[in-house]
């Protein structure tokens, strides 16, 4: 062996060391917090190659220290429904990292909540936020409240004692929240009018995804859902492909979905299904999208009434059947894990050509692996959905210098942060051994420019 192969050798031997002695002190302190485990290990399997090349990073702790929260909040948020019952949910915000910029992420309403869930998230967006080139930090907050059912009156009540309390922890240029599962305009307008309330002014950059009316930015509604899709063309040029032609399943049938669905639409694709928390629906035909909006955005009904309208689609109860339908490209835009190995593994079957990751984290590591294993493109969910955060730093951007960019301005500007995410993941890949690995470079890309970060702010 040479001296340089011996070197190497040791590097890769010390890095891997590292990566295994830290993954162990993760597990011993976040016990039972099967997410945030998930969401660390495929982290930490991407960046053994980074840590051989670069032992500065070992030196300054940059592992240990990322997997730390900088600050987690919890709290206590008691309420009034319309009967005059006290109810009590546990409020989170996770201030996961600021060394890019302020903290910054969505605010998740959804009985599953709990803290795994929150520090996945906020631990995802640490990347993600990285990605985008953007001064921004990264957080996630929520609570286990269950919006479903409720009034308009009861989540207007439950929203502004959940904010009355993490007022106290928020500003813009501290921590900027934004929607997520649950959480939208109208949920994070009552929280913009009870901060300025509390805070005796107008404060327009404490929250994205305002109302484009009152201060938010145009296009931050399609944001996530295009930005997916322009991905995902991305990956298919690289084989000489696009979305012309093809057919397309897509999970969900929130933001995220609708405007996946709507853009693959305008690419040429035909999407045959969608789905929300009770089933899915099938239109062979290709999914009519205005009453998909209709039942969604206008009157809040469950996506089984489509078939009201359809006679020709069928309704099934089963969520995770909708990964049966045979199809070219598979977007899950619904939630976390809904791709395990045998959703997976019925896509492979029915060769699928790619999959582009809409939702947080939508995919297990074992339906990763086997997508890997069978040469499918895939975009991960850091680098595919960065879009919608990417247009709230818009937002942030639009609010500090008071004025508003238009739709188109605003989706240009989009469509290249898209473009350029998609390069750095290669460049990335390329740089450390996995090319075309899109998964290996979103972790690195990411991790670079925090870790950078990290190292020239001294230990925190
Ligand atoms: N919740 C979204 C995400 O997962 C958006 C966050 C934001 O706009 O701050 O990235």
Not at 42 to 55: N, Q, T
Not at 87 to 94: A, K, L
Request: hydrophobic share 35%; aromatic share 8%; glycine share 10%.
């Amino acid at each position: 062996m040479t001296k340089l192969n011996s070197m190497q050798t040791d590097n890769k031997k010390r890095a891997n060391d590292y990566v295994h002695e830290v993954y162990e002190l993760v597990k011993k302190r976040n016990p039972d917090e099967k997410e945030f485990l998930q969401a660390t290990r495929e982290i930490f399997d991407s960046l053994r190659p980074v840590f051989a090349k670069h032992p500065e990073y070992i030196a300054n702790g940059i592992l240990e220290r990322i997997t730390e929260p900088e600050r987690i909040i919890t709290f206590r948020v008691a309420w009034e429904d319309d009967q005059g019952k006290v109810h009590v949910n546990r409020g989170f915000r996770v201030q996961f990292n600021s060394d890019l910029g302020p903290y910054k992420g969505g605010i998740r309403f959804h009985p599953s909540v709990n803290s795994s869930i929150m520090k996945f998230l906020a631990f995802e967006q640490i990347f993600k936020n990285a990605l985008t080139g953007q001064p921004i930090g990264a957080g996630k907050g929520g609570s286990d409240f269950d919006p479903k059912g409720k009034s308009d009156r009861e989540i207007m009540r439950f929203t502004q004692s959940f904010i009355t309390e993490l007022s106290k922890y928020i500003g813009p240029d501290r921590d900027v929240p934004a929607g997520d599962i649950g959480v939208g305009k109208r949920e994070i307008g009552y929280m913009f009018g009870q901060y300025n309330r509390l805070k005796g002014g107008y404060e327009a950059g404490v929250f994205t995804g305002k109302d484009p009316n009152h201060g938010g930015s145009l296009g931050r509604k399609e944001a996530t859902g295009y930005g997916t899709v322009y991905f995902v063309e991305e990956m298919l040029k690289e084989k000489n492909l696009s979305f012309d032609g093809q057919t397309v399943v897509v999970s969900g049938s929130g933001n995220v979905s609708t405007y996946a669905m709507e853009k693959a639409i305008q690419l040429g694709a035909k999407v045959v299904a969608c789905s929300d928390s009770g089933g899915y629906i099938y239109d062979k035909n290709g999914i009519d999208l205005d009453t998909v909006k209709r039942l969604k955005e206008v009157e809040n009904k469950r996506i089984s009434d489509y078939t009201k309208d359809h006679a020709d689609a069928e309704y099934h109860e089963d969520c995770s059947g909708i990964w049966s339908i045979p199809c070219d490209i598979a977007l899950p835009c619904a939630t976390q894990n809904e791709i395990d190995e045998i959703a997976a593994s019925m896509l492979v079957t029915n060769s699928v050509k790619a999959i582009g990751e809409g939702a947080n984290m939508p995919c297990t590591l074992e339906a990763m692996a086997l997508f890997h294993e069978n040469g499918i493109l895939f975009g991960p969910a850091k680098a595919a959905n960065a879009g919608g955060v990417a247009v709230s730093a818009m937002e942030m951007s639009q609010n500090s210098m008071r004025l508003s960019w238009t739709t188109e301005e605003v989706d240009e500007k989009l469509h290249l942060v898209m473009k350029n995410i998609y390069v750095s993941c290669m460049d990335a890949a390329e740089r450390f051994g996995h090319p075309g690995n899109l998964v290996m470079g979103a972790n690195i890309a990411g991790f670079l420019k925090v870790a950078d970060a990290m190292v020239a702010h001294g230990l925190s």
